[in-house]
């Protein structure tokens, strides 16, 4: 089978990884990808769907996997297989779950899927009234695609109106900010919860914690995800029936009755608190970092369970585990998550243990063949182990051999 993999991070780099390692896969290509994967790369964008679908024809791709959520929500799937293409993503209708933060809320208050309590606005007059019913600190999200800062926790409602003017106003955030949704402040531990979906059924993967600010302790600004851990080591045992029964029951019941095609992985974004769970967001594809640490476990072959989604036929695809643990820690440009340099030389990737395996997130070769940083999250440093203290370990000495300029990283990742 010939697979397409479309996007160039550290997730489409896993899961290129895993996919290689399928029985099935005789070929696998990435648009455009990135010089970690063992696959043919080929220039292009993610957003080019004209440019996607020549590739699909002339190469003879058998299934394509949509990694981020732009084509998603711009309708890569259905431009696909309106054309006869087999795809692993959701279609647009339903990549809105993620597009839409409005939709989304809206979504889960129509089939009771627990959230936290939350106001829609378009204009900063009622939106100031509106904040009058929220507590402090409250939450003001711009309604589209942020690429990840379009969160802000505000302590003040001095904060949150001068963020609801930048963001109503579209100086912030463009359009995506021209509707804003309110939100109570929700605490407790997050939890990452990933699962495959088709028509019929939904399959969730082990868990996963991120580590979203920059630095230790969970300090400063939020960023994409500094490093992840499968299990999270916070979740207590034996929450899978409450999140089936409060959660993906819901979740499935409510794709039916608004006759949305879902067929792909959802990212389930949950807010834990002495067994009360709450979603934060859905969103239509896999997380970033949290798919290295997920594909690490994953004993079943990959291609059989996308092709499993793509086709309606997860039901028959079983999906299992490997009983490991499973760590990540990023490696970023200083600077990140705000300005920083690019084209930094990369050393030190020749010489790492045979188990430790390193996912190219923002690199690319220079005119030397040289491999440069490329980007603010610029590596992925992952092993497995029997447990949490193993693989820190054996991950963070790992990263003593690799260097480039400015580079930076979370030294608690997995720490309590
Ligand atoms: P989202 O993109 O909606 O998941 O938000 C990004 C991050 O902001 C989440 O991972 C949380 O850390 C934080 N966040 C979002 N919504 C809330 C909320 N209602 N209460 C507390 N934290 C939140
Ligand atoms: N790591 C969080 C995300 O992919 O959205």
Known sequence: MKVLVIGSGGREHAIAWKLKQSKHVTELYAIPGNPGMDAVCIPGSVEDMPFILKTVEEKGIDLTVIGPEVPLCMGLADYLEERGHKVFGPRKESAILEGSKAFSKDFMKKHNIPTAKYEEVTDYESAVKALDAFDLPVVVKADGLAAGKGVVICETKEQAKEELKVMLDGSAFGDAGKKVVLEEFLTGFECSLLCFVDHDTIVPMVSAKDHKQIYDNNE???????????????????????????????FMKGLHEDHMDYRGVVFIGLMIKDQDVKVLEFNVRFGDPETQVILMRLESDLYE????????????????????????????????????????????????????????????????????????????????????????KKVYDAIENIHFDGMYMRKDIGLH
Not at 323 to 333: G, I, K
């Open 305 to 392: 369970v996308m092709y499993g989604c793509a086709t309606n036929t997860l039901k028959d695809v079983d999906v299992k585990w490997k009983d490991e643990q499973a760590t990540c820690v990023v490696l970023a440009s200083g600077g990140y998550p705000g300005s920083y340099e690019k084209g930094k030389v990369i050393t030190g990737l020749d010489h790492l243990p045979e188990d430790i395996v390193v996912f190219h997130a923002g690199t690319k070769r220079n005119e030397n063949n040289e491999i440069v940083t490329n980007g603010g999250r610029v590596l992925n440093v992952c092993a497995l182990g029997h447990d949490l203290e193993e693989t820190r």
């Open 220 to 250: 400063g600004p939020n960023t994409g995800g500094m490093g992840t851990v499968s299990p999270n080591p916070f979740l207590p045992e034996g929450m899978e029936g409450t999140f089936k029964e409060k959660i993906l029951d819901p």
